[in-house]
């Protein structure tokens, strides 16, 4: 905490209880009949996280729900991702983040950030908000690998930045042993190096997740041990 900075248990509690009821105002306004639509510019600045926990006063799941609606109220008229395009990122992603550490078993903002804002026809911006996506995964990753594996996802085939996808595939190494995680997602860093051509790296990867027990599944482990057969093969190949 810098010189100066408070607290939130040292608020006043009339101080909490009005940033509860001005957000809850502003989600009602923005889901009535008739509101009118918002403009990009119109998002202001984003509490702090520990701001608008606060403010949830015992129900964060509800307070993160209703933000978020209030959220997404900024041009959700548009028909296309372009609008959104307008936001201020960087208050964008200090939205997501207060709303996420509000309710942090929350998956709402997370699938957000990776399904709408980053898809946006921005490149710059669609960096920034999967780098967002990234931190918060890094959290909680047996939770939040959905967002991130999307975000690979468009890092690859959207952005065409194989390095950056290849950085976020690596990042989920942490959940390849979660029986929950599917095969494609935790073997999507071999996709990749192969994509990169990086043939002997994604062989070693390979060995080394079938050498270490990460997939235990009979069928999943005679699939992967039929690609490191192939590449193999395409090692050999004369070129």
Do not use: C
């Not at 043939?199 to 070693?204: G, P």
């Amino acid at each position: 905490m810098s010189v100066g900075e408070r607290p939130v248990s040292a608020l006043p509690a009339w101080l909490l209880w009005g940033l509860a009821l001005a957000l809850l105002a502003q989600v009602l306004l923005a889901l009535a009949p008739g509101a009118r639509q918002r403009n990009a510019s119109d998002l202001p600045p984003s509490p702090s996280g520990p701001a608008l926990r606060a403010a949830a006063f015992g129900e964060p799941a509800a307070l993160s729900r209703l933000a978020m609606l209030w959220l997404q109220s900024f041009d959700s008229g548009s028909t296309n991702e372009t609008a959104y395009r307008d936001l201020d990122y960087g208050r964008l992603t200090g939205w997501l983040g207060a709303i996420q550490d509000t309710d942090p078993l929350s998956h709402y903002p997370l699938f957000a950030a990776a399904r709408i804002y980053a898809e946006v026809p921005d490149p710059a911006k669609a960096r920034q908000v999967l780098e967002f996506v990234h931190h918060e995964y890094l959290k909680s990753p047996h939770r939040r690998w959905p967002a991130l594996a999307h975000g690979a996802l468009l890092a690859k085939h959207r952005l065409q930045d194989l390095p950056l996808a290849r950085r976020y595939a690596a990042a989920m190494q942490a959940v390849a042993q979660d029986p929950g995680v599917p095969l494609w997602a935790k073997q999507m860093e071999v996709f990749i190096l192969e994509d990169m051509n990086e043939l002997e790296a994604a062989r070693i990867m390979l060995g080394g997740m079938l050498a270490a027990g990460q997939v235990t599944d009979p069928g999943e482990r005679r699939f992967l041990q039929g690609r490191l057969q192939e590449l193999e093969r395409r090692m050999a190949a004369p070129r």
